[in-house]
Protein backbone atom coordinates (compact mmCIF):
# COMPACT_ATOMS: atom_id res chain seq x y z
CA UNK A 1 0.00 0.00 0.00
CA UNK A 2 0.95 3.66 -0.95
CA UNK A 3 2.25 6.17 2.01
CA UNK A 4 -0.14 8.59 0.94
CA UNK A 5 -3.03 6.24 1.45
CA UNK A 6 -1.77 4.61 4.95
CA UNK A 7 -1.48 8.02 6.57
CA UNK A 8 -4.82 9.14 5.85
CA UNK A 9 -6.13 5.80 6.75
CA UNK A 10 -4.57 5.81 9.93
CA UNK A 11 -5.78 9.30 10.75
CA UNK A 12 -9.19 7.75 9.60
CA UNK A 13 -8.79 4.92 12.49
CA UNK A 14 -7.78 6.80 15.32
CA UNK A 15 -10.65 9.83 14.67
CA UNK A 16 -13.30 6.32 14.38
CA UNK A 17 -11.48 4.92 17.85
CA UNK A 18 -11.90 8.10 19.41
CA UNK A 19 -15.28 8.74 18.92
CA UNK A 20 -16.32 5.54 19.40
CA UNK A 21 -15.06 6.36 22.96
CA UNK A 22 -16.08 9.82 23.79
CA UNK A 23 -19.74 8.91 22.04
CA UNK A 24 -20.25 5.98 23.92
CA UNK A 25 -19.47 7.84 27.32
CA UNK A 26 -21.48 10.36 26.36
CA UNK A 27 -24.32 8.75 25.74
CA UNK A 28 -23.63 6.65 29.35
CA UNK A 29 -23.89 9.53 31.01
CA UNK A 30 -26.52 11.23 29.57
CA UNK A 31 -28.94 8.13 30.03
CA UNK A 32 -27.79 8.14 33.84
CA UNK A 33 -28.58 11.47 34.46
CA UNK A 34 -31.94 11.28 32.46
CA UNK A 35 -32.64 8.03 34.58
CA UNK A 36 -31.75 9.87 37.64
CA UNK A 37 -33.74 12.93 36.66
CA UNK A 38 -37.45 10.78 36.15
CA UNK A 39 -36.70 9.01 39.49
CA UNK A 40 -35.95 12.15 40.93
CA UNK A 41 -39.69 13.20 39.57
CA UNK A 42 -41.66 9.85 39.66
CA UNK A 43 -39.99 8.11 42.85
CA UNK A 44 -40.77 5.25 41.50
CA UNK A 45 -41.89 1.94 44.09
CA UNK A 46 -40.13 -0.20 41.28
CA UNK A 47 -38.01 0.82 38.17
CA UNK A 48 -36.86 -1.87 36.03
CA UNK A 49 -34.73 -0.66 32.63
CA UNK A 50 -33.72 -2.83 30.06
CA UNK A 51 -31.21 -1.40 27.55
CA UNK A 52 -31.75 -0.88 23.51
CA UNK A 53 -28.02 -1.06 21.31
CA UNK A 54 -26.15 -0.78 23.60
CA UNK A 55 -25.42 2.84 23.96
CA UNK A 56 -28.44 4.25 22.30
CA UNK A 57 -30.41 4.56 24.96
CA UNK A 58 -32.68 2.45 27.57
CA UNK A 59 -36.77 1.54 27.95
CA UNK A 60 -38.16 2.04 31.65
CA UNK A 61 -41.20 0.72 33.61
CA UNK A 62 -41.74 2.39 37.11
CA UNK A 63 -44.41 1.22 39.66
CA UNK A 64 -45.47 4.14 40.62
CA UNK A 65 -48.58 5.23 43.64
CA UNK A 66 -51.97 6.87 43.71
CA UNK A 67 -53.13 8.31 42.05
CA UNK A 68 -51.00 6.86 38.85
CA UNK A 69 -50.90 3.33 38.59
CA UNK A 70 -47.14 2.87 36.55
CA UNK A 71 -44.97 4.85 33.66
CA UNK A 72 -43.29 2.97 30.76
CA UNK A 73 -41.23 4.77 28.14
CA UNK A 74 -37.77 5.51 26.58
CA UNK A 75 -34.70 7.40 26.03
CA UNK A 76 -32.87 7.23 22.80
CA UNK A 77 -29.98 8.91 21.79
CA UNK A 78 -27.94 9.58 18.46
CA UNK A 79 -25.41 7.45 17.68
CA UNK A 80 -22.36 9.37 18.86
CA UNK A 81 -19.92 6.70 18.79
CA UNK A 82 -20.49 6.15 15.26
CA UNK A 83 -18.07 8.72 13.23
CA UNK A 84 -19.92 8.25 9.78
CA UNK A 85 -23.08 8.27 11.38
CA UNK A 86 -23.15 11.32 13.52
CA UNK A 87 -23.00 13.98 10.53
CA UNK A 88 -25.62 11.48 8.79
CA UNK A 89 -27.81 11.57 12.10
CA UNK A 90 -27.88 15.35 13.12
CA UNK A 91 -27.44 17.39 10.12
CA UNK A 92 -29.37 15.71 7.40
CA UNK A 93 -31.92 13.34 9.15
CA UNK A 94 -32.34 15.98 11.86
CA UNK A 95 -32.66 13.51 14.44
CA UNK A 96 -31.87 14.52 18.05
CA UNK A 97 -32.03 12.94 21.93
CA UNK A 98 -34.93 11.93 22.52
CA UNK A 99 -38.01 11.49 26.00
CA UNK A 100 -40.82 9.67 26.14
CA UNK A 101 -43.34 8.66 28.59
CA UNK A 102 -46.72 7.37 29.32
CA UNK A 103 -48.02 7.94 32.51
CA UNK A 104 -51.18 5.47 33.48
CA UNK A 105 -53.91 6.01 36.03
CA UNK A 106 -57.09 4.65 37.20
CA UNK A 107 -58.65 7.84 37.15
CA UNK A 108 -61.32 9.33 34.60
CA UNK A 109 -59.53 12.02 32.42
CA UNK A 110 -61.84 14.95 30.29
CA UNK A 111 -61.18 14.13 27.74
CA UNK A 112 -58.94 13.96 24.13
CA UNK A 113 -56.34 16.59 24.05
CA UNK A 114 -53.00 17.24 22.37
CA UNK A 115 -50.03 19.68 22.30
CA UNK A 116 -48.13 19.22 19.35
CA UNK A 117 -44.99 20.68 17.56
CA UNK A 118 -46.31 22.24 14.52
CA UNK A 119 -43.27 20.63 12.52
CA UNK A 120 -44.17 16.88 14.38
CA UNK A 121 -47.77 16.93 13.62
CA UNK A 122 -47.32 14.77 10.17
CA UNK A 123 -45.55 12.13 12.24
CA UNK A 124 -47.89 12.40 14.84
CA UNK A 125 -50.41 9.77 13.59
CA UNK A 126 -53.38 10.77 15.54
CA UNK A 127 -56.71 8.77 15.05
CA UNK A 128 -59.69 11.06 13.67
CA UNK A 129 -57.38 13.94 13.51
CA UNK A 130 -59.29 15.76 10.80
CA UNK A 131 -62.05 15.97 13.22
CA UNK A 132 -60.38 17.64 15.90
CA UNK A 133 -60.63 20.97 16.73
CA UNK A 134 -57.53 22.80 16.30
CA UNK A 135 -55.49 26.19 17.31
CA UNK A 136 -51.89 27.55 16.87
CA UNK A 137 -50.24 29.12 19.44
CA UNK A 138 -46.19 30.33 19.52
CA UNK A 139 -44.60 30.50 22.53
CA UNK A 140 -40.72 30.37 23.19
CA UNK A 141 -39.96 30.88 19.33
CA UNK A 142 -41.59 27.53 18.28
CA UNK A 143 -45.24 27.18 16.87
CA UNK A 144 -47.64 24.39 18.51
CA UNK A 145 -51.14 23.26 17.60
CA UNK A 146 -53.65 22.10 19.95
CA UNK A 147 -56.15 19.45 19.43
CA UNK A 148 -58.90 18.66 20.75
CA UNK A 149 -62.21 16.87 21.11
CA UNK A 150 -64.16 18.37 23.80
CA UNK A 151 -64.34 22.06 24.13
CA UNK A 152 -63.28 21.73 27.94
CA UNK A 153 -60.01 20.41 27.20
CA UNK A 154 -58.63 23.75 25.76
CA UNK A 155 -58.03 25.74 28.72
CA UNK A 156 -56.24 23.07 30.19
CA UNK A 157 -53.93 22.81 27.10
CA UNK A 158 -53.04 26.32 27.38
CA UNK A 159 -52.33 26.33 30.52
CA UNK A 160 -50.05 23.26 30.22
CA UNK A 161 -48.13 24.68 27.24
CA UNK A 162 -47.64 28.06 29.49
CA UNK A 163 -46.70 26.52 32.18
CA UNK A 164 -43.87 23.92 30.83
CA UNK A 165 -40.47 25.93 31.87
CA UNK A 166 -38.87 25.01 28.62
CA UNK A 167 -41.30 24.70 25.96
CA UNK A 168 -38.88 24.63 22.64
CA UNK A 169 -37.85 21.32 24.19
CA UNK A 170 -41.31 20.08 23.67
CA UNK A 171 -42.84 17.58 20.70
CA UNK A 172 -46.09 16.39 21.96
CA UNK A 173 -48.39 16.31 25.09
CA UNK A 174 -51.61 14.30 25.10
CA UNK A 175 -53.99 13.56 27.52
CA UNK A 176 -56.16 10.43 26.20
CA UNK A 177 -59.45 9.45 28.12
CA UNK A 178 -60.21 6.42 26.21
CA UNK A 179 -57.09 4.26 28.14
CA UNK A 180 -56.26 6.75 30.80
CA UNK A 181 -52.96 7.99 29.58
CA UNK A 182 -51.01 10.93 29.43
CA UNK A 183 -48.01 10.79 27.49
CA UNK A 184 -44.90 13.24 26.62
CA UNK A 185 -42.31 13.25 24.03
CA UNK A 186 -39.45 16.00 25.04
CA UNK A 187 -36.31 16.66 22.61
CA UNK A 188 -33.80 17.97 25.69
CA UNK A 189 -30.85 19.46 25.40
CA UNK A 190 -27.64 18.45 27.37
CA UNK A 191 -30.13 15.41 28.53
CA UNK A 192 -32.26 18.32 30.71
CA UNK A 193 -35.57 16.85 31.51
CA UNK A 194 -36.75 17.17 35.31
CA UNK A 195 -37.74 20.90 35.04
CA UNK A 196 -40.80 19.89 32.21
CA UNK A 197 -40.85 16.30 33.67
CA UNK A 198 -41.84 17.86 37.30
CA UNK A 199 -44.34 20.28 35.38
CA UNK A 200 -46.00 17.59 33.32
CA UNK A 201 -46.46 15.75 36.49
CA UNK A 202 -47.95 18.50 38.65
CA UNK A 203 -50.23 19.30 35.42
CA UNK A 204 -51.80 16.17 34.76
CA UNK A 205 -54.50 15.65 37.47
CA UNK A 206 -55.84 19.27 36.27
CA UNK A 207 -57.26 16.89 33.67
CA UNK A 208 -59.04 14.49 35.75
CA UNK A 209 -62.66 14.48 35.50
Given at each position: MDTP???????LGAAGSAQYILGSKKNRWLGKQMSIQAENVFNPKDAEYVNIGGVLGHNFVYKLREPWKEAKGSFIFIPRHSLLYVPFSYLLIGNRDRFYINLFTDK?????????????LRRAKIDG????????????GKTFVLLWRQREMLPALKRTLEAMPDPATLSHFC???????FYLFLKPKKGAIEANLKKFLE?????FR
Open positions: YLIPLLLKLAGEGHIIEKGYIEQMQREEVEIGCFDDNKTLCPEY
